[in-house]
């Protein structure tokens, strides 16, 4: 009764957890190896997710006051969609994010639960035999972007 009157409630958000590893380029090395592809495109997927998280907002303080310039860049495309991330040394973690962010990227972000490979790999690379060939170019964010503000758009009606 009470959620037909008042209607669903949304769930807690979490805390940041700072040291939460997401993923890092190094994890993908061997894949990369394997397909004969330059080294940069171990970066390419989650720096292309961390590019959307900025444009978007969703950093932390820490990384805002750490990488202005850069930040900076990538909101103006004015860099490549992965150079932030390749400055972070390809390390997608907890303290990069700010609360909203951080929540968002562990329920979308996430490779066994989350929607974010099944969405990018629909965008950019369906073709291929692998995730790791999509350009690091801002043509292949804006495929990626639009799904992904889809994606933010339901999650914050439910949780925020």
């Not at 700072?18 to 970066?43: P, T």
């Not at 805002?64 to 103006?76: A, N, V």
């Not at 979308?108 to 639960?113: E, N």
Request: hydrophobic share 35%; aromatic share 16%.
């Amino acid at each position: 009764m009470f959620n037909k009157l008042f209607g669903k409630r949304k769930k807690q958000l979490k805390e940041v957890d700072d040291k939460y590893v997401f993923d890092k380029a190094k994890f993908h090395d061997n894949s990369i190896s394997e397909a004969g592809l330059d080294d940069v495109q171990s970066f390419v997927h989650s720096g292309i997710f961390l590019s959307w998280i900025v444009r978007n907002d969703l950093i932390s303080d820490y990384l805002l006051k750490e990488c202005t310039r850069l930040i900076k860049l990538t909101k103006t495309e004015k860099v490549s969609p992965t150079e932030l991330y390749e400055y972070l040394d390809g390390g997608l973690i907890g303290e990069l994010f700010n609360k909203v962010g951080y929540n968002f990227a562990l329920d979308y972000f996430d490779f066994d639960t989350g929607y974010y490979v099944e969405d990018y790999d629909t965008a950019l690379t369906l073709n291929e035999p692998d995730i790791f060939r999509a350009a690091n170019t801002w043509e292949s964010y804006h495929k990626i972007a639009k799904i992904m503000d889809s994606r933010f758009e339901k999650w914050a009606k439910e949780n925020l």
